[in-house]
């Protein structure tokens, strides 16, 4: 079946821009994850849903980061005021009820 | 929160040799899995293993709970296993993933 799509795959954003990121996860898959994965660095998490409810958002830089999933199914991350150190790939990860994750091809962020 | 740790940080090897991955790990998890990330960023799910051993093909894993670590074991290694290894770990269900840096392989024909 379909994996976990992301889109856009490559956004360029001049700092100060607001970027909008989707993920569309497996069907049927209850969890969803973002992550961000700097340069030479492993994945970073960022924030989990469960279903619609956002359950852990400890991971979100500032609050200038901003997640939903409004009807259990597509997320989207929203970064505000893009600022360069935001530059990074974002990855979005989904689950069914046991604990493995399947990933996106990610989103590569470059803000200039 | 909890540490991974992966070795050896890079890794060179001719083509069919064999190389063993290492991730060691801070806490008790249960939830462990090892990731190949090829050259276009992709990270591909290949086991996921909080204990005991798996194989698949020329890859198998072990991870031994009570003593927090794992093994990634590559034989017969091919050029397109290039690329980098994460090991990433998670507690509880459905619960976010700590990864280690990563194992940059290559190799060579």
């Known amino acids: 079946g379909a994996g976990v799509s992301q889109s856009p795959r490559y956004k360029v954003a001049k700092r100060g821009q607001d970027v909008a990121l989707r993920c569309d996860p497996i069907?049927?898959?209850?969890?969803l994850f973002w992550y961000q994965q700097a340069l030479g660095q492993g994945p970073e998490f960022l924030t989990y849903f469960q279903n619609e409810a956002q359950l852990d958002k400890s991971g979100l830089p500032s609050d200038r980061f901003f997640a939903e999933r409004p009807e259990g199914s597509v997320s989207t991350l929203k970064i505000q005021r893009t600022q360069q150190e935001d530059s990074a790939v974002y990855l979005c990860?989904?689950?069914?009820?046991?604990?493995?994750?399947?990933f996106g091809p990610g989103t590569r962020l470059t803000v200039t | 929160g909890i540490q991974v740790e992966q070795s050896p940080p890079d890794l060179i090897l001719q083509e069919g040799a064999n190389s063993t991955l290492r991730c060691n790990f801070s806490d008790s998890v249960n939830n462990l899995q090892w990731f190949h990330q090829n050259p276009w960023g992709q990270l591909i799910n290949l086991f996921y293993i909080p204990s005991g051993t798996k194989q698949n093909g020329r890859l198998s894993a072990t991870t031994v709970a009570t003593e927090r670590y794992s093994l990634l074991y590559i034989s017969s290694s091919q050029t397109t296993d290039s690329g980098v290894y994460f090991c990433a770990v998670g507690v509880g269900a459905n619960s976010k993933l700590t990864f280690g840096k990563g194992i940059t392989l290559s190799v060579r024909p």
């Open positions: 069907s049927g898959h209850v969890s």
């Open positions: 990860a989904s689950s069914l009820r046991s604990y493995e994750q399947y």
